[in-house]
Nanobody
Framework: QVTLVESGGGLVQPGGSLKLSCTAT???????????VKWYRQAPGKQRELVAV???????QYADFAKGRFTISRDIDKNMVYLQMNNLNSEDTADYYC?????????WGQGTQVTVSS
């Protein structure tokens, strides 16, 4: 069982940066470092979409809109996952969700809101 809690969202001006954090709480004996982790986002009136993936072997994948601007990372010792977002624009306004996956076990956070506006 894993509980994911996102933080770090807020209001940022176009061109600005924001770093989202995801804190994972695991059951005793569960190793969060074994999980694949992802960030998703959902803009108002739109479907949830994948932003970035960090596999447990360190490989990363990004949506086209995130390439060159967003970076996913993790601190295994702290059970943390991060999403560094740079050069933000209004289209990045959305609720951002942390996701963890290990085999058939999947977990979602409650989301953190990001608003890009001047």
């Amino acid at each position: 069982q894993v509980t994911l809690v996102e933080s770090g969202g807020g209001l940022v001006q176009p061109g600005g940066s924001l770093k989202l954090s995801c804190t994972a709480t695991t059951a005793p004996g569960d190793i969060f470092g074994a999980y694949h982790v992802k960030w998703y986002r959902q803009a108002p009136g739109k479907q949830r979409e994948l932003v970035a993936v960090l596999y447990n072997n360190g490989r990363q994948q990004y949506a086209d809109f995130a390439k060159g601007r967003f970076t996913i990372s993790r601190d295994i010792d702290k059970n943390m996952v991060y999403l560094q977002m740079n050069n933000l624009n209004s289209e990045d306004t959305a609720d951002y969700y942390c996701y963890g996956e290990l085999f058939s076990h999947t977990y979602w956070g409650q989301g953190t809101q990001v608003t890009v506006s001047s």
